[in-house]
Each structure stands twice: as structure tokens, then as C-alpha cells.
């Protein structure tokens, strides 16, 4: 009797075994299972990435993804394209001057309230003169905060910008030559944002735009060409693009520059503007705007 109760009990002790080793060996397989939660993050704002060195993956982080690349963009504002999260773990996809950088963790990312958008200044003057060419510039360095058109020059922009004798249609006048007509030499913003789409799908006419949502277009990473003033002094309908927001300021790019302005730092045509100096002039000239997302 007491043989057959130590079989017995060796039996049952052998099926608590597999049976705890089954069990743990469902909850390692469900653990590998899980998948992230991804979903589009273009609504959230634009972030920072905090530190050099980092590694992006080819999909958010588990064991077995490859690293992309390792970025070294410190301080610099990137775009939020997706988010994914399991658990307490959150990667976004991100991307820089429109190029995908893969995916970051959510630790490497800081938010900001300094939003500063890369991009590459343009003149309408140097090494290529046209007085009257600031919207095709104005157009070129907001396509460059996506890497479109770097390799490019202005005169290649401006060439192909569509003519009119309607501004609604395509650029009146000559943007080479200065104008000494009583004629408006220009092109409006949904002509501008039609040839803007020639280089990228996303470029829309944004007049009409509130103070509210060209803010919300920066801190989301998306350049803004606004009718306003030559150094934002007074309303003139010269074109400037708004890269960057802080609190109460716009930063914009004036593409009327000079070479020496350069060389001596003043009259720089990169500078930070009140809102309400921009909105002033904005609403004056009829609250013309282009966006680039």
C-alpha cells in the first residue's frame, strides 16, 4: 500500500510540474504575442528629441527589430507621424524635414514650448536677383522644410511658377524686373498653393486663417507663407513664411536679403515678430496665406 501511495504521489507531483510549466509556458508565448497598439499621431504636436547617439528602429522596440539608424539631431524639432503603445511602453515614428527617421522611443522625445521648424533660407536677391520673386522663394524654402527642391535654385522655382493676367491664376507681372506699373505684380494664394502641389500633394491655400490656427500649423511642424511686410514693419503684400512659435511670437524668414546682411548680421532676414504685429499687417493684406503640412 505505501508503494502504490508513493507512485501515486510521485504522479500527482509530476503533474503539478507540467501543468506549472505549461501554464508558464502560455504566458512567455502571450507575452511574445502582444503586438502595439499603433495609430496616427499627426494630431499631436511637434516634440524635441533631447540627447545625441539615439537609435530608431524599423518598428516600435521588441526584441529582434533592427535599429534604422542612429540620429544625432539634438534639439531639433521633429514631426509626429504615428504613435504605438503595449503597456507602458510608447514609440513614436517620426520624421525630419519631411524625411522618416523610424521609430523613437518616447523617452528620447521632449515637449517643447519653443517650436522651431528646420528648414533651408532661400534669397530672392543672391546669387540670383528678382525683386519681385518672393512668393516663388517664400514657396521654396517652406517646400525645404520637407527636403523638396534643395538641389534647386530659385530662378528654376520662379521659371516654373504658372503666368496670368489674373493673380487668382498664375504670377502677373515679371518676378525678374521691378515694377514701375501701377499693375499688382503677384500670385495669389490658391494659384500659389496649386503650383506648390506640382512638387508636393500637400500644400493648401490657407487664407482666411486664424491667429489660433497658423499657431496650432507651426507647433505641428508645418511652415506658413503669409501676404504681410518687408520685415514685418508694414503692410506691403511682400511673402515671408512663419518657421517657428513661442510664446507671443511668430519667427519668421524674410527672403528679401542681401549678402552683406549676412556678413554683418544686420536687417537679419530670419527674426521673431510679435503676434499681434503679424496679425496687424496679415489682416491688412487681406489675411493671404499658403500652408505646407
Known amino acids: 500500500m505505501k508503494k502504490i501511495l508513493s507512485a501515486l504521489g510521485v504522479v500527482m507531483f509530476l503533474g503539478v510540474v507540467i501543468v506549472a510549466l505549461g501554464v508558464a509556458h502560455s504566458d512567455t508565448s502571450n507575452a511574445e504575442s502582444q503586438n502595439y497598439t499603433i495609430s496616427s499621431a499627426r494630431n499631436y504636436n511637434a516634440r524635441i528629441v533631447n540627447k545625441n547617439n539615439v537609435d ?11 535599429v534604422m539608424k542612429k540620429i544625432n539631431l539634438q534639439n531639433q524639432l521633429v514631426q509626429l507621424t504615428q504613435v504605438a503603445k503595449l503597456n507602458k511602453s510608447v514609440y513614436y515614428k517620426i520624421s525630419y524635414q519631411g524625411i522618416n527617421q523610424g521609430w523613437i522611443s518616447s523617452r528620447d522625445l ?14 530672392q536677391h543672391f546669387p540670383f536677383d528678382a525683386p519681385n520673386g518672393c512668393e516663388g522663394t517664400a514657396l521654396k524654402m517652406a517646400l525645404s522644410t520637407r527636403s523638396i527642391g534643395l538641389n534647386k535654385g530659385i530662378k528654376y522655382f520662379l ?9 487668382n491664376y498664375g504670377f502677373v507681372g515679371n518676378p525678374f524686373a521691378k515694377n514701375n506699373t501701377s499693375q499688382n505684380w503677384t500670385i495669389f494664394p490658391r494659384a500659389l498653393a496649386k503650383y506648390g502641389r506640382t512638387y508636393r500633394k500637400t500644400v493648401y491655400n490657407f487664407s482666411g486663417a486664424s491667429k489660433n490656427q497658423i499657431i496650432n500649423e507651426i507647433k505641428h511642424g508645418n511652415p506658413v507663407i503669409a501676404y504681410t511686410g518687408y520685415r514685418m514693419k508694414k503692410p506691403t503684400g511682400h511673402t515671408l513664411v512663419v518657421v517657428g512659435y513661442k510664446n507671443g511670437f511668430f519667427k519668421m524668414a524674410d527672403p528679401s536679403s542681401w549678402r552683406y546682411q ?8 530670419v527674426f521673431w515678430v510679435s503676434t499681434s504685429q503679424f496679425m496687424s499687417l496679415y489682416n491688412y493684406e487681406g489675411k493671404m496665406a499658403v500652408v505646407v503640412r
Not at 56 to 66: F, Q, R
Not at 159 to 167: A, K
Not at 262 to 269: A, I
Open 56 to 66: 530608431t528602429y524599423v518598428s516600435p522596440y521588441k526584441e529582434g527589430v533592427k
Open 110 to 123: 521632449s515637449k517643447t514650448s519653443v517650436y522651431e521648424i528646420p528648414f533651408v533660407y532661400t534669397s
Open 159 to 167: 521659371d516654373r511658377m504658372p503666368r496670368s493676367t489674373n493673380q
Open 262 to 269: 549676412f556678413k554683418t548680421g544686420k536687417s537679419n532676414p
